[in-house]
């Protein structure tokens, strides 16, 4: 067959390699393929070939298994490492345990506990305090008038006057008993009030 003219290939029937695709000098793919008419063929097998090594292209099927079996791998182990980390007792029920994450809490907050916090440096406070100042002149504080006293306080703000009250009474009564020396008249006697 290689030595019949080139053009004449297609005509044939048969097993036949074909460069699919060429970017020398590094990557070839060549398909073999079963040609049944000059139009009509069916695909075999592709290789691939890379710096001068030739592999055989996975068929989709492989290549399907493969990703699964892998997801499903990563799936089960992943699963093994959660069932790990659970705990279950009758009287708490279920829960997780982390041994990992507890000791590297417990060393991070140990660490937190050595390192000292340094104190700010002047121009620090000095900067902070310009933009604090700039922040109050461009928005003042409200003023918020007093909140309303409750009907509990009005009760005994009003028991408080009603005692100061009565206390200047008391006095005023005392004062008024002691006899002066101006005037010998005996108080006013009050009149019953008639009722109509």
Known sequence: ???????????????????????????????????????????????????????QAPDLSS???????????????????????????PSKGYWWEFKDQAQTEKLMNKEKKKKKEEPSSLFQRQRVDLLLGDLAHKFPPKVVPPPCPEKKEEV??????????KTEKTNEQRVANVPSQRSS?????????LLR
């Open 1 to 55: 067959m290689q030595r019949l003219n080139p053009d004449q290939l297609p005509t044939m029937t048969g097993a036949e390699y074909v460069l699919l695709h060429a970017q020398e000098p590094i990557l070839y793919i060549i398909r073999l393929q079963y040609r049944h008419a000059p139009n009509q063929v069916t695909p075999m097998a592709d290789y691939y070939i890379i710096a001068g090594t030739v592999y």
């Open 63 to 89: 290549v399907v298994n493969s990703r699964m079996l892998n997801a499903f791998h990563n799936l089960e182990s992943a699963f093994e490492e959660a069932h790990s980390f659970s705990r279950y007792h």
């Open 156 to 165: 005994v703000k009003s028991e408080t006057i009603k005692t100061e009250i």
């Open 185 to 193: 008249k005996p108080p006013p006697d009050k009149k019953p009030k």
